[in-house]
């Protein structure tokens, strides 16, 4: 039987450098490669084809939830598992609805990853304990308010990329630039963006992406 291929998405170089070393010493693992952020993740999921990939949320240039859903639709085959430092409930359902496979938190022990690859390399689901709580309280929550929904809901793919990359510090012709497109779209993608958000400034953007997971305080 092959070993099960996976892709490391992670920014941090020691973190990513570290769980790489350890995978590779489970007897029916192996690392085909590594990405430090979103994009490269996606181009590498293309190439290689691996088994699972395993992703951090906050990342620059594009974070691991847009990430997911790109490679979940593309190649419904690959498995995701979200490694990250958020429990809350709106990192959690963006990423299981973006169709991540698992989610476990970085407080876990190694064990608990090992165990969550194989699970959903087997075509299972695996949550951290403290996240499938999270999962059926907002469950829960949204059955008794009847409704439910986060902000970054209403925005299109493309709104969270120009958001991420606002939040990130990039100003409208870097945007442009990265996203292949025109300075004149970009800004009214970023008054769309302010308009469907009900946002005034910048700064309440930034706060809006970095409590949706769309970018982080680093």
């Given at each position: 039987m092959?070993?099960?291929?996976?892709?490391?998405?992670?920014?941090?170089?020691?973190?990513?450098?570290?769980?790489?070393?350890?995978?590779?010493?489970?007897?029916d693992?192996?690392?085909?490669?590594?990405?430090?952020?979103?994009?490269?993740?996606?181009e590498?999921?293309?190439e290689?084809?691996?088994?699972?990939l395993?992703?951090?949320i906050?990342m620059p240039?594009?974070?691991?939830?847009?990430?997911?859903?790109?490679?979940?639709?593309?190649?419904?085959?690959?498995?995701?598992?979200?490694l990250?430092?958020?429990?809350?409930?709106?990192?959690?359902?963006?990423?299981?609805?973006?169709?991540?496979s698992?989610?476990?938190?970085?407080e876990?022990?190694?064990?608990?990853?090992v165990e969550?690859?194989?699970?959903?390399?087997?075509?299972g689901?695996?949550?951290?304990?403290?996240?499938?709580g999270v999962?059926?309280?907002?469950?829960?929550?949204?059955?008794?308010?009847?409704?439910?929904?986060?902000?970054?809901?209403k925005?299109?793919e493309?709104?969270?990329?120009?958001?991420?990359?606002v939040?990130?510090g990039?100003?409208?012709k870097?945007?442009?630039?990265e996203l292949?497109?025109?300075?004149?779209?970009?800004?009214?993608?970023?008054?769309?963006?302010?308009?469907?958000?009900?946002?005034?400034?910048?700064?309440?953007?930034?706060?809006?992406?970095i409590?949706?997971?769309?970018?982080?305080?680093?």
């Amino acid at each position: 039987m092959m070993n099960l291929r996976l892709i490391l998405a992670e920014d941090h170089g020691i973190t990513r450098q570290g769980l790489r070393s350890l995978l590779e010493k489970e007897p029916d693992m192996d690392v085909v490669g590594e990405a430090e952020n979103g994009r490269i993740a996606i181009e590498l999921v293309h190439e290689l084809l691996p088994d699972v990939l395993i992703t951090d949320i906050t990342m620059p240039n594009l974070n691991g939830i847009d990430a997911t859903r790109k490679i979940v639709s593309e190649h419904p085959k690959v498995k995701v598992i979200a490694l990250s430092m958020h429990s809350n409930r709106a990192f959690v359902a963006d990423m299981l609805k973006a169709g991540a496979s698992g989610y476990v938190l970085k407080e876990c022990s190694f064990d608990e990853l090992v165990e969550a690859v194989r699970t959903v390399a087997a075509g299972g689901t695996y949550l951290s304990p403290k996240v499938a709580g999270v999962v059926v309280s907002d469950y829960v929550n949204r059955l008794s308010d009847g409704v439910g929904g986060f902000p970054l809901d209403k925005l299109t793919e493309r709104d969270r990329e120009v958001l991420q990359l606002v939040s990130e510090g990039k100003n409208t012709k870097q945007i442009a630039r990265e996203l292949h497109v025109s300075t004149k779209t970009i800004e009214a993608n970023r008054r769309r963006i302010m308009e469907k958000l009900d946002a005034h400034s910048v700064a309440e953007l930034v706060k809006i992406a970095i409590d949706g997971g769309l970018a982080s305080l680093q």
